[in-house]
């Protein structure tokens, strides 16, 4: 059982910028960020998994350019940077994870974590 604990979250204004973070409470090969906005289904944001000898990194085509994940294995951590923030990006930020190689575009994951509000104001 992995556990996820999300930080980072907060109030910002438009055109700001805030960078999330995710602790696992174990290995994982993959983590990954979604979001859901009230009202509307949760979307993907961007991911990241890992294998001996490659680094998969998967983003939203509708997040490409305005965010960045990265990830700190000796803190089993992942972190995603966000730019330019709209008040269409305020959402509960979720983390999410997985043991095993998530390939780009599968976006499955067995881990999840409590979420991180994000509220961008105009």
């Known amino acids: 059982q992995v556990q996820l604990v999300e930080s980072g979250g907060g109030l910002v204004q438009a055109g700001g910028s805030l960078r999330l973070s995710c602790a696992a409470s174990?290995?994982?090969?993959?983590m990954g960020w979604f979001r859901q906005a009230p009202g509307k289904e949760r979307e993907f944001v961007a991911a990241?998994?890992?294998?001996?000898?490659?680094?998969?990194?998967d983003y939203a085509d509708s997040m490409k350019g305005r965010v960045t994940i990265s990830r700190d294995n000796a803190k089993n951590t992942v972190y995603l940077q966000m730019n330019s923030l709209n008040p269409a990006d305020t959402a509960v930020y979720y983390c999410?994870?997985?043991?095993?190689?998530?390939?780009?575009?599968?976006?499955?994951?067995?881990?999840w974590g409590m979420g991180t509000q994000v509220t961008v104001s105009s």
């Open positions: 999410a994870a997985d043991t095993q190689v998530v390939l780009p575009g599968q976006r499955l994951y067995k881990y």
């Open positions: 174990g290995r994982t090969y993959a």
């Open positions: 990241i998994s890992w294998s001996v000898i490659r680094t998969y990194i």
